[in-house]
């Protein structure tokens, strides 16, 4: 049975850089605030029409050179957004389009901050499988198109940033790849981080007051989140730890979904890592949900903190609740 690795990554945001102080000018914040309760400094957001499959694309292009491959070469992707260019279809065959693959196919994964981990789950059981030698795994978010900038909506849009992250998983016969994938949920939390409308529930789907309710904005019960997070993130780390005989000593690096500085430092002193031993730039790109695992693992490998044989855990709590690790030797 083949291997699963990942031998090419690739990131891109949009241009535009938008520091804490510019994000006073269009949200009632400070740096202060939005520093003190999430450690980001500054984020980018997009400034002309551009969709989740516009920046994946680009992270793409880069992979494929990391990965020394050419487009054709892929023989499926996997898209992992909440953000996609249209309600359906998903942004996966955009991608497909847009890379100019013919036939191939391409799956859309709806698991908010877990996607990438998700994603990372079917690609790695596909290839174990023999179904596909070289999958395109992305995450992609616009968010900053969807954000409340109003007083209602500051305590989340002040957490969000556009960008998208790839990679380029391949069989290998090598002893590295992949080791293990955990995937968890806990669907009786779904309202408690979630983006309502437009939703198909409601007769008629655009009703009277759809736009004074809120509910065409992310909702989310911060405090809630942080509670579960703190305590789940840890719990799916020393899964992947135990199932492959590791223990927390073992990891090189810890790849969280950098949701937040202080979920992030939570989890460290948990599970007592050391700070050599564990990825953080949300400083730099603010929350980018499916995007930010694949953006931070490109950063960390461009940074050398990611060597050969480097025993890897990528972990990934978020709206679902969801929540996934995933175990590496690189
Ligand atoms: O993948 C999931 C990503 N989500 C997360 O990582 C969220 C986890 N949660 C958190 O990190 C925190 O709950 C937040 C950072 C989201 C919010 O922090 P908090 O301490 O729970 O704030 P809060 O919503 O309870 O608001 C505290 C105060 C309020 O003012 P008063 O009522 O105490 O006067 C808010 O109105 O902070 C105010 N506030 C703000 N002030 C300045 C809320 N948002 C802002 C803002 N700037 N952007």
Known sequence: ???????????YVPERLVTNDEMTKIVDTSDEWIRERSGIQERHFISEECGASDLALEATKIALKNAKMTADEIDFIIFATLSPDYNFPGSGVLLQDKLGLKNIGALDVR???????????????????????????????????????SDEGRHIAVLFGDGAGAVIISATDEERGVLSTHLHSDGSKALELCLINPGSRKIPRYYEGIWEDGTLYPHMNGREVFKYAVTLFPRVINEAL???????????????????????????????????????????????????????????????????????ILAAFGSGFTWASAAIRW
């Open 242 to 312: 135990e199932t492959n005989g590791y223990s927390t000593e073992d990891i090189d690096l810890l790849i969280p979904h950098q949701a937040n500085m202080r979920i992030t430092e939570a989890i460290a002193h948990r599970l007592k890592l050391r700070p050599d031993q564990y990825f953080s730039n949300i400083h730099k790109y603010g929350n980018t949900t499916a995007a930010s695992i694949p953006i931070a693992l490109h950063e960390a490998i461009e940074e050398g903190r990611v060597k050969d044989n480097s025993l890897v």
């Open 111 to 149: 698991n908010q901050c877990s996607g990438f981990v998700y994603g990372l789950s079917v690609a790695n059981a596909y290839i174990r499988a023999g179904l596909y030698k070289n999958i395109l795994l992305v995450g992609a978010e616009v968010h900053s198109t969807g954000l409340d900038f």
């Open 1 to 11: 049975m083949p291997n699963a690795r990942i031998i090419g990554t690739g990131m």
